[in-house]
Each structure stands twice: as structure tokens, then as C-alpha cells.
């Protein structure tokens, strides 16, 4: 079963950019997908942005044109970089790995968007 590390969550202020890196324990490229979900107090998890293994992206509609998801093979390392963030943006972030049959996940970051 694949190890999923998360960092670089934190306390932002709104208007505010932060990255975070999911670093997998093997090849990236053997899942079908990487994504990162969110979950904040009192609200169901959510999609927020995934990369397919062929390198194309999906983003809920929330934060197109702000979040951008991309990936280091070499590292085996996919980024969620943040800008524009809103108060709305705060929650734990996981970081998920998609198998045939299996999706794992990181332990989660906290992001705070907060004046």
C-alpha cells in the first residue's frame, strides 16, 4: 500500500498564496490518478483538483483559474499550488492516490484562510 505525505498547509491571509506537496512512497505514474479533496468543519469531502497518469487535469468549479495541480515525476511529488485564497478555502486538504479498485490517502494538511 502506497504512503502518502502531505505539507505546507498554514495560516494564509485571504487574497493570500500557499503550495502544498503530497510525496508519494513509489512511481506516481503506476496510479491512474493523484488528487487532492478537502474537507472543511461540518461539510462533506470534495473533489478540489485531480491529474490524470496522461497529464490532464480536472478543478471544481470553486477554484478554476486560482488552484493549479501539477506533478514531479522525478520526486514522485504532486503540488496544489493556492493563490487568491478565500476564507471559504479553509479546511484540512488530502492528498488521494487512485488504483483499480483502491484509493489511499494522505493524513491531511490544515489550511487556515484567516485576517
Known amino acids: 500500500q502506497v504512503q502518502l505525505v502531505e505539507s505546507g498547509g498554514g495560516l494564509v491571509q485571504p487574497g493570500g498564496s500557499l503550495r502544498l506537496s503530497c510525496t508519494a512512497s513509489r512511481n506516481i505514474l503506476s496510479f491512474y490518478a493523484m488528487g487532492w479533496h478537502r474537507q472543511a468543519p461540518g461539510k462533506q469531502r470534495e473533489l478540489v483538483a485531480h491529474?490524470?497518469?496522461?497529464?490532464?487535469?480536472n478543478y471544481a468549479d470553486s477554484v478554476k483559474g486560482r488552484f493549479t495541480i501539477s506533478r514531479n515525476n522525478t520526486e514522485n511529488t504532486v503540488f496544489l499550488q493556492m493563490n487568491s485564497l478565500k476564507p471559504e478555502d479553509t479546511a484540512v486538504y488530502y492528498c488521494n492516490a487512485d488504483e483499480p479498485m483502491r484509493r489511499s490517502w494522505g493524513q491531511g494538511t490544515q489550511v487556515t484562510v484567516s485576517s
Open positions: 491529474i490524470i497518469v496522461d497529464g490532464s487535469t
